[in-house]
C-alpha cells in the first residue's frame, strides 16, 4: 500500500461538476492499492495517518500534533497510478495495482478504519475522474509505503 500524505489549510474533490469531498485543516491522503496487501497493512497504514506528527500547535513550533490531536480533516482519494512503473518502455505499468475488484474493498476498509477514529472522512468516488484541488501547508508532502512479502513479518 501507498499513501502520498499531504498536509493541507483545504482540500476538495469534484467529480462531474460536483464537489463529492471536501475538508479543512487536516491530511489529504492519495491511496494505491497493491495486488498483496491485506487486511493487516491497511490497519497498519490508518494508524499511522492518524498518528503521525505532522502539525504544530504554533507557527514554527516543533512538529508535535498528529490529525487526531488537531480533530482535522481526512479526504481519502483512491490514487492506483501510484504503483506506475516507468522504469521501462513509455508507457507506466500497472502490474504492481490491484485489480478494481480486489482495489475498492481494500480501499473501502481502510476509509471504514479511519472513520473510526471519529474525524471528519471525506472521500473521492473510487474509479471515477476526478479534480483535487490541495491547499498544501508548509508545503508538507511524505510517502508512506507498507508492503509484506512472504518472508517479511508485520
Not at 56 to 62: C, S
Not at 100 to 112: G, H, I, K, N, T
Not at 116 to 126: A, K
Request: hydrophobic residues 40%; contains cysteine; negative net charge.
Amino acid at each position: 500500500m501507498r499513501v502520498v500524505m499531504q498536509k493541507v489549510k483545504r482540500s476538495q474533490v469534484i467529480v462531474a461538476g460536483a464537489v463529492v469531498g471536501k475538508i479543512d485543516r487536516g491530511l489529504n491522503l492519495l491511496v494505491g492499492i497493491a495486488r498483496t496487501d491485506t487486511p493487516e497493512v491497511l490497519e497498519w497504514m490508518a494508524q499511522k495517518c492518524l498518528t503521525l506528527r505532522l502539525f504544530a500547535q504554533e507557527p514554527n513550533d516543533r512538529w508535535d500534533q498528529s490529525v487526531l490531536d488537531i480533530q482535522g480533516g481526512l479526504l481519502v482519494i483512491s490514487q492506483f497510478t501510484l504503483y506506475g512503473d516507468c522504469r521501462k518502455g513509455r508507457r507506466p505499468s500497472f502490474d504492481q495495482a490491484a485489480p478494481p475488484q480486489q482495489a475498492q474493498p481494500l480501499y473501502d476498509r481502510f476509509v471504514e478504519i479511519l472513520r473510526g477514529s471519529g474525524l471528519q472522512v471525506e472521500t473521492g468516488l473510487f474509479g471515477a475522474h476526478m479534480e483535487v484541488s490541495i491547499d498544501n501547508d508548509g508545503p508538507v508532502t511524505l510517502l508512506l509505503e507498507r508492503e509484506l512479502t512472504l518472508t517479511q513479518e508485520g
